[in-house]
């Protein structure tokens, strides 16, 4: 008979382990191998319930979609996916990090815009564009715009 696993205790147990993990090694050390083995989990199963950093700014994208910026905390995020908050940052560096990626992934391509339709074409094109980014997104609108660090 198949064994019957909870998998939200699952998660947080493993959560728990990548916690302990980075705060005894470091974010840099505490691998998911590192995890899994302290888990005791297979590596895969660990990637299972932590698919990669996109799950991550997908989930604050929605929150932020839901409730504006204000809605996005590091310890609301980290309920909404199921781990604490520390295991967290074992995908962003910090709030700030994450605000950067959510506006990056929130903000889609340039429309391509056909030189010879005219500017005037264009511009039309480029700001309907940028109006139905904000429509579906409109915390962008409250993201701080700062140049690239050098």
């Known amino acids: 008979m198949p064994r019957i696993v909870d998998h939200a205790e699952r998660r947080a147990a493993i959560a728990r382990s990548a916690a302990l993990a980075i705060a005894e090694l470091g974010l840099e050390q505490a691998t998911m191998r590192e995890i899994a083995a302290r888990s005791g989990v297979a590596k895969g199963i660990v990637e299972h319930y932590f698919a990669n950093r996109d799950e ?7 929150l932020a979609d839901e409730d504006g910026l204000a ?5 609301r995020l980290a309920r909404r996916l199921g781990m604490t908050q520390n295991a967290l940052y074992r ?3 910090s709030k700030d990090d994450l605000l ?3 506006g990056d992934a929130a903000s889609p391509a340039i ?3 056909d030189s010879a339709a ?3 074409a264009n511009a039309r094109t480029w700001t309907r564009a940028s109006l ?3 429509v579906t997104h409109p915390w962008l609108l409250d993201l701080r715009m700062q140049p690239p660090s050098t």
Do not use: K
Request: no cysteine; net charge neutral.
């Open 56 to 62: 991550v700014i997908a989930t604050a994208v929605a």
């Open 71 to 75: 809605g996005v905390s590091m310890p």
């Open 91 to 93: 995908y962003v560096t």
């Open 100 to 102: 950067v990626l959510m």
């Open 111 to 113: 429309p391509d815009l």
């Open 118 to 120: 005219g500017w005037q």
């Open 132 to 134: 139905a980014r904000y």
